[in-house]
């Protein structure tokens, strides 16, 4: 079974940093791309970042561009988001998400097949 777990959530003033940690388990993680994906409150999903199996193949939204950075370790099945320079509107529930194609290269994902239960990330004052 698929499971992806994210944690690192919590409450940050504006300008500040978090680091969100995603476990993953039920598949070979080194094999499949990566993603980020987040929800602020009373809004849609937003694509944040992915990554390609190997971590050396990364990208962002322009949001978050030169602010987040994408990272994994697939010795410990672990995928990471670097969040810095917060700001109120990266407040949202953040999600990581399973790319669905194995060994997808990285420019042709076919999109996203498995999802965590989010964790919250709160920037306010």
């Known amino acids: 079974e698929v499971q992806l777990v994210e944690s690192g959530g919590d409450l940050v003033q504006p300008g500040g940093s978090l680091r969100l940690s995603c476990v993953a388990s039920?598949?070979?993680?080194?094999?499949?791309?990566m993603n980020w994906v987040r929800q602020a409150p009373g809004k849609g999903l937003e694509w944040v970042s992915d990554s390609n199996n190997r971590g050396d193949s990364t990208s962002y939204a322009d949001s978050v561009k030169g602010r987040f950075t994408i990272s994994r370790d697939n010795a410990k099945n672990t995928l990471y988001l670097q969040m810095n320079s917060l700001k109120s509107e990266d407040t949202a529930v953040y999600y990581c998400?399973?790319?669905?194609?194995?060994?997808?290269?990285?420019?042709?994902?076919?999109?996203?097949?498995?999802w965590g239960k989010g964790t919250l990330v709160t920037v306010s004052r």
């Open positions: 039920g598949f070979t993680f080194s094999n499949y791309a």
């Open positions: 998400a399973k790319e669905a194609m194995e060994l997808a290269d990285w420019g042709y994902y076919t999109g996203m097949n498995y």
